[in-house]
């Protein structure tokens, strides 16, 4: 089992940038990839960005590109978003994932993925 904790998200306004920080506990050894997805109001869930945590290759969705930046840090067992440059279809609750499945399915997409946050909220005002 793995248990994520999501902090960090609060409000901003545009322009602006926030870190997200989401701390992994339990049988961490087994997360072969994690994720940042994020669900505004009245809308589906979205992955936002992934990392393979061995290779440490990353993935983003088109929206954020260039904007958002994720990363790792093993020796705490906590993930990153970086965001900046927000905007206020950025909008959102964001979620921490965690897949312990080998293959690759979709990083983006929420059946890879096992473990989840609770989430924390971020709000860009314009």
């Known amino acids: 089992q793995v248990q994520l904790v999501e902090s960090g998200g609060g409000s901003v306004q545009a322009g602006g940038s926030l870190r997200l920080s989401c701390v992994a506990s339990?049988?961490?050894?087994?997360?072969?990839?994690m994720a940042w997805f994020r669900q505004a109001p009245g809308k589906e869930r979205e992955g936002v960005a992934a990392?393979?945590?061995?290779?440490?290759?990353?993935f983003y969705d088109d929206p954020v590109r260039g904007r958002f930046t994720i990363s790792q840090d093993n020796a705490k067992n906590t993930l990153y978003l970086q965001m900046d440059s927000l905007k206020p279809e950025d909008t959102a609750m964001y979620f921490c994932?965690?897949?312990?499945?080998?293959?690759?399915?979709?990083?983006?997409?929420?059946?890879?993925?096992?473990?989840w946050g609770q989430g924390t909220q971020v709000t860009v005002s314009s």
């Open positions: 994932a965690a897949s312990s499945h080998f293959y690759k399915i979709a990083l983006l997409e929420e059946r890879q993925y096992n473990y």
């Open positions: 339990g049988a961490t050894y087994s997360m072969y990839y």
């Open positions: 990392i393979d945590t061995g290779a440490a290759i990353t």
